[in-house]
């Protein structure tokens, strides 16, 4: 299966013709610009879901991110095409999905909240799963700031270490973006735009394997 793996947009959608031909779409959260839910739905139902229309995907992935407030305050409308799941799974061709739009308490933004939470949230990760979408990333990758703080979570990473999934995609600290190969796995911090809101990246192709 080929997944293409994206984080961070903030409503800046590349050319269809940007998106590389794949099974999957996974998006990792911060996906609508601006903050306020109602302006965020009408985005979502018309702008996104159109642009969604023209890619060369099978499938759509999604979960939210600290800036979708339209998916926490329950005003998100359905976009054809599209699985929008807050900590929650789905298999598509064999492959198991799972998605949490977390990330760590900082200020006062959407899906946050503290390690011991995290902790709870990130248990319910079934046993098996292929690829791991959240939002905020693991302690000690992806998660760097500009000012040289590391702001991942530390629940996050030990429940990927004993899960084993074949990918992990994260988002969440735009500077940070990359690739780390890990315990036979891939985990990618798959944002779009840098620290400064610049789109600088376009999506990141894998190709993954369910399990037997």
């Not at 305050?73 to 739009?101: H, K, Y």
């Not at 900082?106 to 939470?117: I, K, N, R």
Request: hydrophobic letters at 45%.
């Amino acid at each position: 299966m080929r997944i293409i793996a994206a984080s961070d947009l903030h409503g800046v959608l590349p050319h269809p013709d940007a998106v590389p031909e794949g099974d999957v779409l996974v998006l990792a959260g911060d996906i609508c610009p601006g903050a306020l839910a109602g302006r965020q739905a009408e985005w979502l139902s018309s702008v996104f879901a159109d642009w969604i229309a023209d890619l060369r995907v099978s499938h759509v992935v999604a979960t939210w991110g600290n800036h979708d407030w339209v998916g926490q305050r329950g005003r998100a409308p359905d976009v054809p095409g599209v699985r929008l799941l807050v900590d929650d799974g789905c298999v598509i061709d064999g492959v198991r999905f799972w998605c949490s739009p977390w990330s760590l308490t900082f200020l006062h933004w959407a899906f946050m909240a503290g390690e011991a939470e995290l902790a709870a949230k990130y248990c319910r990760i079934p046993a098996g799963t292929d690829v791991v979408v959240s939002h905020g990333p693991p302690l000690g990758y992806g998660d760097m700031t500009v000012d040289g703080f590391r702001v991942g979570c530390v629940s996050l990473r030990e429940r990927l270490r004993e899960l084993g999934p074949r990918l992990a995609v994260f988002g969440h600290i735009h500077e940070a973006a990359g690739q780390w190969d890990v315990d036979g796995g891939t985990w990618v911090n798959a944002s779009l735009l840098d620290h400064r809101y610049r789109a600088v990246r376009g999506p990141v192709s894998i190709d993954v394997a369910g399990r037997p």
